[in-house]
């Protein structure tokens, strides 16, 4: 049975993980008779938005907390989390990916990536492990391994990200709603989901090739 | 083009809705070309459950505000929900149902369950429109219809929310995981979904012939 880390950024697509996304990989990921390790690191949100109003509010939550909310409880710290241990790994989409998990909401081409996304990422990559990038999180890949290895990426048409990604060392691909970006030589697939998808069933045609495509390659 | 309302109870299996069963009721719905519907009461929740430690914590979140994180913003107060503009309603499950869409976590067979839920599953049975309960939520078609209508539900097996079922005026139909019960002259249909199932595909399962249903009965 394989082993799929599934990295969460919190609990929703303005502050965290994107729900519909993180969901569909599960199920996508379960009904291919994969298991799935939700992972998520323990540090405060950069904010919370109210989503109804779309305003920031005065609370402060945890990543690895909100996370849990997705994983039904059981979501690991991301830093006990060790390629050894998987065989490939998935990150859904949403903000939070921009904001938690990187700074690239905040500071675009200058962002940093979280040290443990960082080192598991890498970690996966030298033993020659998939890794699967939903939506925004394409940034993490260009940020991570651009100036390395030039990847080819995608988070569907949007020209700003797409620019974004090229300048930190990645090479972008437009790709259509539902549809997945595979770079067969590193083992990385990409999929736009939220960036372009309308709707909720647009974006799990992309997540579902994206997780069979992950599964196939590891 | 269908339009269900999906009454959703917070954002998270213990202290709202259960965001797995939440998803692919929305996935399931916009697969089949209907329009989903998200409505939520704009009251307090209960109570915050941290999903990491299973402990209640010291805040304080509003239904409405945290169903919108599941429904991407686009989430409309149920008192401004009519039976006339919808064509079925489906409930998710979770914890939320019990404790912030009706009393029956802390009450039981005496539970109440909010005025306008209430109001709008009336609506609907009066108008001879379809309504899907998931997991716990046939608990509240049991308070709200016992005594009047003996309705077919079921929670699976668990004897004892089955027995309270019982005790409120429904009348408790075992169902296998991933399968349906259905109330044809009624048109009510449940399914157990994460009162049974052991992963997200055995509750997909349930809730996929459940929207399908439901949908072929609107």
Redesign the interface.
Same mark, same amino acid.
């Given at each position: 049975m394989k082993k799929v880390g599934v990295v969460l950024s919190g609990?929703?697509?303005?502050d965290g993980s994107e729900?519909?996304e993180a %969901?569909?990989t /599960? /199920?996508a990921l379960?009904?291919a008779g994969a298991t799935a390790v939700c992972l998520a690191p323990n540090v405060d949100q950069a904010h919370v938005i109210?989503? /109804?109003t779309?305003q920031q509010t005065r609370?402060t939550r945890n990543v /690895?907390?909100?996370a &849990?909310?997705? &994983?039904?409880?059981h979501?690991t710290d991301i830093q006990r989390a060790h390629a050894a241990d998987l065989d490939a790994l998935i990150f859904p989409g949403g903000f939070g990916v921009a904001k938690n998990l990187s700074t690239f909401a905040f500071k675009g081409v200058d962002c940093t990536v979280h040290g443990d996304v960082t080192r598991l990422c890498k970690e996966m990559h030298q033993d020659g492990k998939p890794i699967g990038f939903l939506c925004i999180a394409p940034t993490l890949a260009a940020r991570i391994f651009g100036g390395e290895v030039q990847l080819d990426l995608t988070v569907g048409s949007d020209p700003e990200v797409a620019a974004a990604i090229n300048k930190m060392g990645g090479r972008h691909v437009t790709c259509a709603t539902g549809d997945i970006v595979v770079d067969a030589a590193n083992k990385v697939v990409s999929s736009p989901a939220y960036m372009c998808a309308k @709707? %909720? @069933?647009e974006a &799990?045609t992309g997540i579902e090739k994206l997780v069979a495509k992950v599964l196939e390659m590891a």
């Open positions: 609990c929703g697509v303005q729900i519909h %969901v569909i /599960l /199920l379960d009904r109210n989503h /109804l779309g609370e /690895l907390v909100e &849990a909310r997705i &994983a039904r409880g979501v @709707s %909720v @069933s &799990a």
